[in-house]
Structure formats: structure tokens, C-alpha cells
């Protein structure tokens, strides 16, 4: 009888310390935060949407080099095509990222060597259909003016031209 | 007190001659919330009792190990993050530092400081999702709540320092991808330092509750033997008592240089299992703060400070957060192969790989914890009651995800 009168007394204290620890959140401020009317506060490092960033003047940075592409884990998510103008300079045709099959894995900021495709903190990324999540070069550039923005941001090098 | 077959008394004259007593097959899953997943287990039960059961696994396989015939090493390397998500450092560690074994490449004592933080911050987020959803697996919905408040505040540091919150793709072959951000440090300590009363306070909720005793005190008693015939690792094998942590035995990164107990458990019961990971954290936390206090180098901020004024030991090569720096698009390592084993918070989770000197992997092998601490289930469960399944299954730490890969 003394075991079971023990256990008795022992379970009211222990369900009474744990009730009271828990009522001790009633003077706490709230740890959630209500999303859509609250953002929540990124890192500068946050993999959100990828983007392209340009030079100063708007124009394309990116020199079509491939190795976002040869480095995406995903296949074929990156599709670039380009051509060399008659000074030799390249000229982007058609850039396309089809985010709806992006990891995000940041592997192609790492790898950009003029630092040109990088990651926004924009995570909303919601679209209806599937066709909209395919990305386009002019859906995926940055203005001049947000391209030095991040630049400045993130200390990175300018490329003014 | 324990509830075993042999303390039900016999019901037999109760029922009548023409009632089907056969045992009655129940399938649980593959969809369920107490798989952590997606298992499925077809039980055979005699009324309540268990008389066998059998996991059926493959609902999750993503063919991990074939995927890495196709990619290079580096294109590889994110996909790791999902062969364990919970825990994805460890994953992470495993593969690099094999590659590493491989082409002999040197890591800086830096790096090895940040990837033994990282990965102890880790097997914290991890221990306390266990903690939330074994509870919720005995019916207790409050703990849930508490751990993920602490498990944000980890992920928070996380997210600042890779980018992302789970699958963090942050070490690179010789080194890790960047250098902590100014002051991460201090929150880290920040976050460690108030820790310990939070873990006293999810004891004050939990570990004498009444209810909680009855449900896990004696209950899937996992003698050591059977541990080691079915493989289990971790921290379900030394709640059974053997003191067996590759952390200590093995020392890999930077562990010979902090100082840190293996707590163990005498009798393997659910009980057991629940306060040796408990206890993990605590040692874990203890990891942390030594190895912010002895990291070569200190705080980002005050690097960079010693490296603007120009002096030359900030520079050297235990500072540096690469070995040596290498073309990722186009490495390709030499000819070999290799293997590590990590303490991940499951159990030895080991990686294998042979190379051929293409920028490929020749056939990558995942040895994960879970699969075989998932078979030990079978065993443990027999003749025990039906409702004590899922305590046994949850206090087992199984992710389904690291069964299948």
C-alpha cells in the first residue's frame, strides 16, 4: 500500500511541476511570429531565387561559360545558349533556369566566375502552373542600380563598364 | 511495471468454441503518423499481444548510391543532404572527409573547428526532434512545441552561417565553403550558455512524469546482446550499456582535443534510451564551448581585423578555410578508395567510395544507422504489447529517409 500511496504522491508533484513550468509561458512573450504580416529576419546568405546580376550600365554580365550548368545537380535545369559577337564578345541568347526543379543548393553562385548568378533572399516563390517557374533572362536579371546594390551588400567586386 | 506476455492472465475460457482465435494480421503504415516516415510494418498479433513483426522498407528509396555514378563529386554533394535530413553535417563530413583520405588533402585546424561545432549543434536539432516526436508518439503534444523553439533557435545559426536551414551543402573537399559570419560565434555561445535551463526544463515536464514512467520504465528492454547481434549503433547501443562512441574510440576531426563523457545506460529499456540522448545534448553542449573557446583564430571579426593590420600569423595555414583551393568544376581525384565512419546521432553512419580518376565516382556506399537499428525492432518487440510499439519504435531514433537513401 505505502508503494501505491508513494507513487500517488509523487505523481501529483511531478504532474504539478511539470503544469507549472508550462504555466510560467503565460508571462513569456510569444517565440512565433505571424508570418505574412511579420517577415522573417534572413541572412545575407539565404538561399532564395536565383538571379542574374548585371553590370552597372544594365547590360549582361554573364559571359555564358557553363559551369552553373556543369555543376547543377539536377540536369538540365540551367539551359544557356550564346554566341560570340564580331569583337568576340559573348552574347547571350536564351537563359533559362526552371525553378520548380531547383534544389537550391547554391552550387552555381559558388562556382560563377564573375560572380554573376546569385541567390536573393526571396523565398514566396508560389506560381499556378508549371510554365511560370520557368525563369527567362529578363525575368531573372537584375537592374543596374539592384545588381550594385548587392554588390555593395555582399562585397562583392563592381563591374562597371 | 512491465507488461509482457507472460503476466496477461489466460483468457481462453471466456470465449466461446466457434469464435476465430487465429492470430489477426495488421498492416500499420506505409502512411502513419508514428513511422516518422514512411514504413510500413505488417504485425501479426494474438489479441494484444505482438507475435512478429516485419518492417517493409523502399516506400522512400531515391537511389542515392546510383545517382553518384552520373554526377561528379561536387554535383553530388548536395544531394547528400537528403540521404539524412535530420542530421545533414554528418552526411556532409562523411563523404568530404573520405574524398579527402582519397587525394590527401590537408584541412586546416580551423575548419576542423567549425565542421566539430557544426556538427555538434547538429546532433542537438536532432536529439530534440526525437525528443518532440517520441513524445508525440506516447501522446504528449506540449514537449513537441518546446524542443522546436529550441531546434529554431539552432537552425537560425545554421541559416546564417550556410544559407540554409536543413540542407546545408557547407563543406568542401579540404575546407568548408566560407568562413563563419562576424560575430557568429557569440551567438552561438549565446545559444549554448542558455541551453541547459531550457534541457532542465523539458526534465521538469517530462522525465518524472507518472504516466511517462509507466509507458517507457521496462518497457523494450534491449539486452546488449541482442544490440550487437543486430547492429545497432549509437545511442540506443550504449543505453544498453556499452560504452562504444567513435567519437572516443576513434577520434576523427578535432574530438581528442576537447574533453567530453560517453554517458551510458544499465538496462536498455525505453527509459534508458530517452536519458542517454538527454544527457548526449548535455555533452554536446559542453563540445561546444570548448571548441569556441580553443578555435584557432578566434571570431571572423577579429581575424579579419589581425589580417587588415597586416600580420603575417593570420595568415597561416591552421587560419585558412581552404587546404588548398581547387577547381571544383573539373576536380578530379586520384585513382583510390576510402572509407569513414562518423558518430552521427543515430549511429555509425559510414561512407564509402571508389574512385577511377574521372571527376566521377566510381560507386559510392552509404552505410546508415537507422537501417540497422531498424531491424533490432522485430526482436525486441516480440510478445510484447501491441500499444508498446511505438514507444519502442520512437525510442529507437529511426529516419526512415537513411533506411531507404
Known amino acids: 500500500m505505502s508503494v501505491l500511496d508513494n507513487k500517488v504522491v509523487s505523481g501529483v508533484v511531478e504532474v504539478g511541476r511539470g503544469l507549472a513550468t508550462v504555466a510560467k509561458h503565460l508571462f513569456r512573450p510569444p517565440v512565433t511570429l505571424e508570418y505574412p504580416e511579420v517577415m522573417p529576419d534572413l541572412s545575407d546568405r539565404f538561399h532564395g531565387r536565383l538571379s542574374l546580376l548585371t553590370k552597372s550600365g544594365g547590360e549582361d554580365l554573364c559571359i555564358g561559360c557553363q559551369a552553373c550548368a556543369r555543376v547543377c545537380p539536377c540536369g538540365d535545369l540551367i539551359q544557356i545558349e550564346m554566341h560570340r559577337d564580331e569583337q568576340k564578345v559573348p552574347v547571350i541568347d536564351r537563359f533559362t ?65 | 511495471m512491465a507488461t509482457t506476455a507472460t503476466n496477461i492472465p489466460q483468457q481462453g475460457v471466456f470465449l466461446e468454441k466457434d469464435i476465430d482465435t487465429n492470430d489477426m494480421v495488421v498492416n500499420i503504415g506505409p502512411q502513419h503518423p508514428s513511422t516518422h516516415g514512411v514504413l510500413r510494418l505488417i504485425t501479426t498479433l494474438d489479441g494484444e499481444i505482438v507475435k512478429n513483426i516485419e518492417p517493409v522498407i523502399g516506400y522512400l528509396h531515391r537511389s542515392k548510391e546510383k545517382m553518384a555514378e552520373s554526377r561528379s563529386l561536387y554535383q553530388y554533394q548536395p544531394t547528400i543532404d537528403r540521404v539524412e535530413y535530420l542530421s545533414s553535417f554528418f552526411d556532409h563530413y562523411a563523404f568530404v572527409s573520405t574524398v579527402e583520405a582519397i587525394a590527401e588533402l590537408e584541412v586546416p585546424k580551423r575548419v576542423q573547428y567549425i565542421r566539430m561545432i557544426t556538427m555538434e549543434l547538429n546532433r542537438i536539432t536532432s536529439h530534440l526532434l526525437w525528443f518532440g516526436t517520441f513524445l508525440l508518439d506516447l501522446g504528449a503534444s506540449s514537449p513537441m512545441f518546446y524542443a522546436f523553439r529550441e531546434r529554431e533557435k539552432i537552425l537560425k545559426l545554421f541559416e546564417d552561417l550556410t544559407g540554409a536551414r536543413m540542407m546545408y551543402n557547407y563543406y568542401r573537399f579540404g575546407g568548408v565553403i566560407a568562413d563563419m559570419p562576424e560575430g557568429w560565434l557569440d551567438k552561438v555561445r549565446k545559444v549554448v550558455d542558455e541551453f541547459p535551463d531550457r534541457l532542465d526544463e523539458y526534465e521538469a515536464i517530462v522525465t518524472k512524469n507518472p504516466i511517462f514512467l509507466d509507458r517507457t520504465i521496462g518497457i523494450g528492454i534491449m539486452s546488449a546482446e541482442m544490440a550487437l547481434a543486430n547492429g545497432v549503433t549509437g545511442p540506443s547501443l550504449r543505453a544498453s550499456g556499452i560504452k562504444l562512441d567513435l567519437r572516443k574510440t576513434n577520434p576523427y576531426c578535432s ?151
Not at chain 2, 288 to 295: E, P, S
Not at chain 2, 307 to 325: C, F, H, P, S, V
Not at chain 2, 350 to 365: L, Q, V
Open chain 1, 97 to 161: 533556369i526552371d525553378l520548380g526543379r531547383c534544389i537550391f543548393c547554391g552550387n552555381c553562385t559558388e562556382v560563377c566566375p564573375v560572380d554573376c548568378i546569385k541567390m536573393q533572399d526571396d523565398f514566396e516563390l508560389a506560381e499556378y502552373s508549371r510554365e511560370a517557374l520557368v525563369l527567362d533572362k529578363y525575368a531573372l536579371s537584375l537592374s543596374g542600380e539592384e545588381s550594385d546594390e548587392y554588390r555593395v551588400r555582399h562585397g562583392l567586386e563592381k563591374h562597371v563598364e
Open chain 2, 255 to 405: 574530438y581528442d582535443e576537447v574533453d567530453f563523457d560517453v554517458p551510458v545506460g544499465n538496462t536498455g529499456d525505453c527509459y534508458d534510451r530517452y536519458r542517454v540522448r538527454f544527457q548526449e545534448m548535455r555533452e554536446s553542449l559542453k563540445i561546444i564551448r570548448q571548441a569556441i573557446d580553443k578555435i584557432p583564430g578566434g571570431d571572423t571579426a577579429e581575424l579579419n581585423k589581425r589580417r587588415a593590420a597586416g600580420d603575417e600569423t593570420a595568415n597561416e595555414m591552421d587560419l585558412q578555410i581552404y587546404g588548398k583551393k581547387i577547381n571544383l568544376i573539373t576536380y578530379k581525384p586520384p585513382k583510390g578508395e576510402g572509407s569513414t565512419i562518423v558518430e552521427s546521432p543515430r549511429g555509425f553512419l559510414g561512407c564509402y567510395i571508389i574512385t577511377d580518376g574521372s571527376p566521377k565516382a566510381y560507386r559510392i556506399k552509404w552505410r546508415g544507422a537507422s537501417f540497422s537499428n531498424l531491424s533490432v525492432l522485430a526482436p525486441l518487440m516480440k510478445g510484447l504489447l501491441f500499444p508498446d510499439l511505438m514507444a519502442i519504435f520512437g525510442s529507437i531514433d529511426v529516419i526512415l529517409p537513411e533506411v531507404d537513401r
